[in-house]
């Protein structure tokens, strides 16, 4: 697999893949995708970065441990949760709000931010065993 | 009223605020962070004394808020002259003992995590004591039992402190599942579940078939946190802890939340003959055993850990026994202990602190050195010998007009509480006296005077002791008669005064001082008999939980080692059959077999085409020649069903199916490298058709059902809810992102939890396999 070809292509493909995850994440409320979906492909890339180049650059680019980005994930989705409470209407219940970002409006909700954090824990749990499973030296 | 009560619930949240702030402050302030941390329990304190006057008239003060009104749950107080007496009990030793552990712990390293410690513990004891609502009153009581554990065990680097936290959580968290067992008994016969509207289900559950359960469960609750023999032994072996710890839980105040559970259930579940026989007989029984063992001990404060043990089986012979005065002097004698019980703690953890020992017998001609601690010793002792003026007195006076009557019974129990206390006064007046005059005896360390953080605690709660019986009139409308009303259920009135009058009581009172004091003039050959006896029984409790302990491991040992052989294949293979049975067993029982599908017409040459793909796949992983080669041929028939969906109309599931099988692949193919296992599957027959045959069950099993399931009429009820609301009220036009994260969102947040948890559980699995990879090279060289 240590192939040249393989090494130069990968961090290309990963950035691609990052990318369209985040893309899939953020179509998904109206057509195919989601966090789950574009949490899998982002972790896929991450696996493969590894694969070609090792596992320490992955953890270099990633800067937390990735256990850590799923943490972060589910303490947002929770926080997503939450914030509902505030607006005394029951736990978990999707809140709405539409800023104007120059001059777009843009929708923002509670359920986006939860399926962020369904995203980050994909990415980060997957993560976090590929790469464990990848490492040599154990 | 809005404020006070949302100034009440402030005062039950101080305390965890405090130990919040308890770790950073020590780090900043050092020992002198008890002076701020001090704060909070006497804010507490003196909140709780604004509700004096209220109860004062017979009043009862609830407040509280819904939590779950669904279930009836709410987080409720109820302020009686019961609760509010332990409240201002623990807020006001803990303001005194948070000082003391500031001296006593002090340039400790870990004195942040102590404060911490013990101020949670106050949080949860005050919530215990004023809790209203049945799950309340079990979470405080429980988180008292887990508080107790940390402070038992904070010297974690000792094995007996270890063990003796171990046993403290298991006896008294043991219990607490009791208590809670005859809580939900006591809620499905009355449908009530708050204290105060309990009161008045008083007939219904006397009369109830369950009332024995439920009596039994909530003794064995009580008696376990208030160690009643023969669960006294935790008692005594959580001495191992801080010496603020024991004076504080393990004598003012945790033990006594058995007492209060049942002084709060006497109303309720007392006045039977049940009632009257059990608690009576268990708590003389720990009354004797108590006292003799608290002779036989020479360590201060495991003497006056057993006078503990002794003082609480009074206690509870006192709850039940249901006499005119019993309450009154339940009440009394309960105040009176906590006050001189806290005191002498204090003091003897101040000698062990000064002096560098707390053996009796190695301690002399202190009185010089320490002046201050031997005034409060001696003041504290007199209460505790219940001599006049002291609170002590009162309490010992009312105790035996309680219990003096002319029947067998009240002889008896007059009987075991005369000799109970003439031990108790011995013990007394051996620790205030014995360390303090005669010869000079040299200790491990100069003796001197402890600082003003050290002595402060026992020296206000000595003083109390003397005030509060020496101004009677004063207290006992305040605290006492609200005390006793609330034990008895009805209006009493406490009239016992410090001025001796002539009676049987002060009889018996006389005759139990002279006879301690005559006990003290040969305390050390009490002391050798009753170590005698304690040697010649031999086996006790204590032994006995080790015995218990030891067998549960190993029932649990050999339990798990047939339930969990540790071997893959008889997991995976006890797995699949289930698998096949839930899936067969429903069609063959209810006779549920699905028609065989015809053939469709109209089948388009790419589906086909699909379908031979898949199959190939299949076939691949059965014909390949290495494992390798099989994963790869699983996930090409992976990636056929995830085309399928595709083709029919489910492109999220496709999508997914997709990134699912790639990622199987890869991280079976990585699992793969590190196995070391042999590239070719090489099952011998036998084994093969087995496995063969659960594995063509699962599949059948899964395909009839798929068939019969479709061709079930389709309720479409929900189909037709989701289209209609997905993008109404969700926003969102695609249906099952929305219901993913949106109408069962809670069930995407558990998902998503045990996603991560798992994760969790493979990482460490796999860091647990390298040393046993480099025993396995090790023993290859």
Not at chain 2, 163 to 187: E, N, P, S, Y
């Amino acid at each position: 697999m240590n192939t040249v070809i393989f090494r130069t292509l990968a961090p290309f493909l990963t950035a691609l893949m990052l990318l369209f995850s985040v893309f899939v994440l953020l179509r998904g409320h109206n057509e195919p995708g989601g966090g789950f979906i574009g949490g899998l492909i982002a972790a896929s890339g991450l696996a493969i970065y590894g694969i070609a180049r090792g596992i320490q650059p992955v953890r270099q680019a990633l800067w937390f441990h990735p256990m850590t980005i799923a943490a972060i994930g589910l303490f947002l989705a929770c926080i997503a949760g939450l914030i509902s409470m505030f607006a005394a209407v029951p736990f978990m219940t999707g809140l709405w709000i539409t800023p104007s970002l120059f001059a777009i409006e843009a929708p923002l909700s509670t359920v986006m931010l939860f399926d962020f954090g369904v995203y980050l824990v994909v990415v980060g749990a997957i993560t976090s065993i590929a790469l464990a499973l990848e490492r040599e030296d154990i | 009223m809005q404020t006070d009560m949302a100034l009440t619930f402030v005062a039950f949240c101080l305390p965890f605020l405090g130990a919040l702030a308890a770790p950073l402050l020590t780090r900043i302030l050092g020992h002198r962070a008890a002076w701020p941390l001090a704060l909070f329990p006497a804010a507490i304190l003196w909140h709780f004394t604004g509700f004096l006057p209220e109860v004062s008239r017979g009043e009862i003060v609830t407040g509280g808020y819904d939590w779950v009104p669904s279930y009836n749950v709410s987080f409720s107080w109820l302020i009686d002259g019961l609760s509010l007496t332990f409240l201002l009990l623990i807020s006001g030793i803990g303001t005194l003992i948070i000082l003391y552990s500031g001296g006593y712990l002090r340039g400790h390293p870990h004195q942040g995590r102590f404060f911490s410690f013990i101020l949670m513990f106050m949080g949860a004891m005050l919530g215990l004591v004023a809790s209203d609502s049945f799950l309340m009153l079990f979470v405080f009581w429980e988180l008292t039992s887990i508080t107790s554990f940390l402070l038992i065990g904070f010297d974690h680097a000792r094995e007996a402190s270890r063990r003796a936290a171990l046993q403290a959580l298991v006896v008294t968290g043991g219990g607490g599942l009791l208590l809670l067992a005859g809580l939900l008994v006591i809620w499905n016969v009355t449908g009530v579940t708050q204290l105060s509207l309990l009161l008045s289900f008083g007939e219904e559950i006397r009369a109830s078939p369950f009332y024995l359960a439920i009596l039994l469960l909530v003794l064995g609750g009580a008696f376990t946190k208030s160690a009643q023999f023969p669960f006294h032994f935790w008692l005594p072996n959580a001495m191992e802890a801080p010496t603020p710890v024991s004076a504080y839980l393990h004598s003012a105040t945790m033990v006594k939340a058995g007492v209060y559970l049942l002084m709060r259930l006497n109303p309720v579940l007392g006045g039977t003959a049940p009632w009257e026989t059990i608690l009576p007989a268990f708590g003389g029984l720990t009354l004797l055993v108590g006292a003799v063992l608290a002779i036989r001990q020479t360590d201060l404060k495991l003497m006056l850990a057993y006078t503990t043990v002794a003082s609480l089986g009074l206690l509870v012979l006192l709850t039940g026994f249901g006499s005119e005065h019993a309450a009154a002097a339940a009440a009394l004698y309960l105040v009176a202990h906590s006050l001189f019980k806290g005191a002498l703690f204090m003091v003897a953890g101040l000698l062990d602190h000064e002096t560098g020992t707390r053996h009796i017998t190695r301690l002399g001609g202190l009185g010089r050195a320490m002046p201050i601690t031997f005034a409060a010793a001696v003041l504290a002792a007199l209460s505790m010998g219940g001599l006049p003026p002291f609170f002590g007195f009162l309490g010992k006076e009312e105790v035996y007009t309680a219990l003096g009557g002319g029947d067998l019974r009240a002889i008896a129990f007059t009987a075991a509480a005369v000799i109970g206390n003439v031990l108790m006064v011995a013990v007394a007046f051996a620790i205030a006296i014995k360390p303090f005059l005669g010869a000079k005896v040299a200790t491990p360390k100069t003796p001197h005077e402890g600082p003003l953080l050290l002595w402060l605690g026992p020296v206000v709660l000595s003083v109390c002791g003397l005030a509060a019986g020496l101004l009677s009139s004063f207290v006992h409308p305040l605290i006492s008669s609200p005390l006793a009303s609330a034990i008895a259920g009805r209006p009493e009135a406490v009239t016992m005064s410090a001025m001796p009058h002539a009676s049987v009581a002060l009889l018996l009172s006389a005759v139990t001082v002279a006879a301690g004091i005559g006990l003290l003039a040969g305390f050390d050959r009490a002391r050798a008999a009753a170590d005698r006896l304690v040697n010649d029984i031999g086996w006790g409790p204590d032994r006995g939980f080790d015995q218990f302990m030891t067998g549960l491991v190993r029932f649990a040992h050999r339990l798990s080692r047939l339930l969990q052989p540790g071997l893959m294949e008889a997991y995976l293979t006890v797995t699949f059959v289930m698998v096949a049975l839930a899936l067969l067993l429903p069609l063959v029982w209810y006779g549920e077999w699905p028609r065989l599908p015809i053939w469709p017409a109209d089948a388009q040459f790419h589906e086909l085409a699909v379908m031979a793909l898949a199959l190939l796949g299949v076939g691949g992983v059965l014909t390949a020649r290495n494992r390798l080669n099989a994963i790869l041929a699983l996930g090409i028939q992976g990636f056929s069903v995830a085309l399928l969906f595709l083709l029919f109309g489910a492109p999220d599931l496709s999508f997914t199916q997709f990134m699912v099988e790639t990622l199987s692949v890869v991280i079976l193919a990585l699992v793969m490298t590190r196995l070391h296992l042999q590239p070719r599957d090489a099952r011998p027959l036998a084994q093969k058709i087995p496995d063969a045959a659960v594995a063509i069950a699962c599949g059948l099993g899964f395909c009839l059902y798929l068939l019969r399931v479709t061709q079930g009429r389709f309720d479409p009820l929900l189909t037709d809810f989701f289209n209609l609301y997905s993008k109404a009220i969700a926003h969102g036009a695609n249906v099952v992102n929305v219901i993913i994260v949106d109408f069962r969102g809670t069930d995407t947040l558990g998902e998503i939890a045990v996603v991560m948890t798992t994760g969790l559980a493979i990482l460490s699995l796999i860091r647990i396999r390298k040393p046993a990879a480099e025993n396995g090279k090790e023993t290859r060289r």
